[in-house]
């Protein structure tokens, strides 16, 4: 089995770094102007550029989306971009409208093109139309079930890309009005509120300011509340139907989703053509997939019939990590790290290291950088922990939040 090629999402240029250092084989990001996800982070001209860059250094892909349903006022920015792109060279552009396309077809020949999940591509005549139209790869509208990407695959030769894990819209791929509706911030601008996963109250017309809730239980109702995407356990089934790229939803998301989300797939799709080792990987997998925030986990519209997408009473896991620093060298048992948060002798770490997964252990040694002692550091400091063995310069380490 062909190992598909890992991607993952780069809010920034921080939560880039982080995940090509857990193992993406490829990075998404855009600028936000451009890329329907309008607070995702900055990538103006000069950090697309050195996102390139830093990712090309590391044998790394990068894709730049250019996915906005542009309007006619849109164009001469798109011109402009398109002419950053060719210089720039990244290796493909996320183009959903059919005139972006053109655009990108005449403008920058040498850009390969990989059509959004945002064109809803959801037939095998539509794949083939885009392949015809001379794009490098189609990203699996989120609606197909595994047989109907099986059928796409069958008759086409273009590569196929699908999402396998992340945030999902309940909306027909992210077409939606009510964020637009309710918020006046448009999901097909990138600026969605969520607004589905609100708690609504029903008002009768005569009595103003009387809400009368809408209940499914004690906690309220979630008419609208998706579960989260995770295909953990199908990867090699989704390779065996014919998909080549496994995407990682969660541009918006911090760090620490985008550096742990990554390490657990890269360690499952390095696995993918060794059956016994990935089944028996699979509880640890799924135990540390609990730790990024989530609505509980759904496998989506893949199997039908599976009715597990909708989370009606709101609850999930949101644990109370977050990342403490970043290793900057390891000195014989020491690890000297960059401090993001405030760290304190007593309190919980783990390092993110393959093989280090769940041994939070206290902090009982914290020293300065010229290797006095200390019970506490703020962020931006450098200091001095002792180092599980196997850590490695740019593994991150996380904090359980103090009660
Ligand atoms: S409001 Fe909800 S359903 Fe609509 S686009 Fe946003 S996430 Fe999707």
């Given at each position: 089995?062909?190992?598909?090629?890992?991607?993952?999402?780069?809010?920034?240029?921080?939560?880039?770094?982080?995940?090509?250092?857990?193992?993406?084989?490829?990075?998404?990001?855009?600028?936000?102007?451009?890329?329907?996800?309008?607070?995702?982070?900055?990538?103006?001209?000069?950090?697309?550029?050195?996102?390139?860059?830093?990712?090309?250094?590391?044998?790394?892909?990068?894709?730049?989306?250019?996915?906005?349903?542009?309007?006619?006022?849109?164009?001469?920015?798109?011109?402009?971009?398109?002419?950053?792109?060719?210089?720039?060279?990244?290796?493909?552009?996320?183009?959903?409208?059919?005139?972006?396309?053109?655009?990108?077809?005449?403008?920058?020949?040498?850009?390969?093109?990989?059509?959004?999940?945002?064109?809803?591509?959801?037939?095998?005549?539509?794949?083939?139309?885009?392949?015809?139209?001379?794009?490098?790869?189609?990203?699996?509208?989120?609606?197909?079930?595994?047989?109907?990407?099986?059928g796409i695959a069958g008759e086409t030769d273009i590569e196929l890309e699908a999402f396998v894990h992340g945030a999902v819209c309940?909306?027909?791929?992210?077409?939606?009005?009510?964020?637009?509706?309710?918020?006046?911030?448009?999901?097909?601008?990138?600026?969605?509120?969520?607004?589905?996963?609100?708690?609504?109250?029903?008002?009768?017309?005569?009595?103003?300011?009387?809400?009368?809730?809408?209940?499914?239980?004690?906690?309220?109702?979630?008419?609208?509340?998706?579960?989260?995407?995770?295909?953990?356990?199908?990867?090699?089934?989704?390779?065996?139907?014919?998909?080549?790229?496994?995407?990682?939803?969660?541009?918006?998301?911090?760090?620490?989703?985008?550096?742990?989300?990554?390490?657990?797939?890269?360690?499952?799709?390095?696995?993918?053509?060794?059956?016994?080792?990935?089944?028996?990987?699979?509880?640890?997998?799924?135990?540390?997939?609990?730790?990024?925030?989530?609505?509980?986990?759904?496998?989506?519209?893949?199997?039908?019939?599976?009715?597990?997408?909708?989370?009606?009473?709101?609850?999930?896991?949101?644990?109370?990590?977050?990342?403490?620093?970043?290793?900057?060298?390891?000195?014989?048992?020491?690890?000297?790290?960059?401090?993001?948060?405030?760290?304190?002798?007593?309190?919980?770490?783990?390092?993110?290291?393959?093989?280090?997964?769940?041994?939070?252990?206290?902090?009982?040694?914290?020293?300065?950088?010229?290797?006095?002692?200390?019970?506490?550091?703020?962020?931006?400091?450098?200091?001095?922990?002792?180092?599980?063995?196997?850590?490695?310069?740019?593994?991150?380490?996380?904090?359980?939040?103090?009660?």
């Amino acid at each position: 089995m062909k190992k598909p090629e890992l991607l993952s999402p780069a809010g920034d240029l921080d939560r880039m770094k982080a995940a090509i250092h857990y193992g993406a084989d490829a990075v998404y990001l855009g600028d936000p102007k451009f890329s329907l996800r309008n607070r995702a982070g900055k990538f103006g001209p000069d950090g697309l550029a050195e996102a390139v860059r830093y990712s090309h250094e590391r044998g790394v892909k990068v894709y730049v989306t250019v996915n906005i349903f542009a309007r006619n006022s849109d164009l001469p920015d798109i011109r402009d971009q398109i002419s950053l792109l060719n210089d720039i060279k990244p290796d493909a552009v996320i183009v959903s409208d059919p005139g972006v396309f053109t655009m990108f077809r005449e403008k920058a020949p040498g850009i390969d093109i990989h059509v959004s999940t945002q064109a809803n591509i959801t037939n095998a005549e539509s794949a083939r139309f885009w392949e015809k139209m001379g794009a490098r790869r189609l990203i699996m509208a989120r609606e197909l079930s595994i047989e109907e990407i099986r059928g796409i695959a069958g008759e086409t030769d273009i590569e196929l890309e699908a999402f396998v894990h992340g945030a999902v819209c309940l909306s027909y791929s992210g077409k939606c009005y009510l964020s637009s509706f309710m918020a006046s911030r448009g999901a097909n601008t990138g600026e969605c509120t969520n607004s589905c996963r609100w708690k609504y109250a029903l008002m009768e017309e005569k009595r103003p300011g009387e809400y009368f809730p809408v209940m499914e239980d004690e906690r309220g109702a979630y008419v609208m509340n998706s579960r989260d995407l995770c295909l953990i356990d199908h990867l090699p089934l989704l390779v065996s139907a014919g998909v080549t790229g496994f995407k990682i939803e969660g541009r918006m998301k911090g760090i620490h989703y985008a550096a742990g989300v990554t390490k657990v797939y890269r360690e499952a799709v390095d696995q993918i053509n060794d059956p016994k080792n990935y089944q028996a990987s699979l509880a640890r997998w799924h135990s540390e997939l609990s730790y990024y925030g989530n609505r509980g986990y759904t496998t989506g519209l893949l199997f039908p019939g599976k009715e597990d997408l909708y989370n009606f009473t709101g609850e999930g896991e949101f644990p109370e990590a977050e990342i403490a620093g970043t290793v900057l060298e390891i000195k014989g048992n020491l690890a000297k790290v960059l401090l993001r948060s405030k760290l304190a002798l007593g309190d919980n770490i783990e390092f993110m290291t393959s093989g280090c997964e769940g041994h939070f252990a206290s902090v009982g040694s914290l020293k300065h950088e010229d290797g006095i002692s200390a019970v506490s550091a703020q962020a931006d400091e450098t200091v001095l922990l002792e180092a599980l063995p196997g850590v490695r310069k740019g593994d991150l380490i996380r904090k359980l939040a103090t009660k």
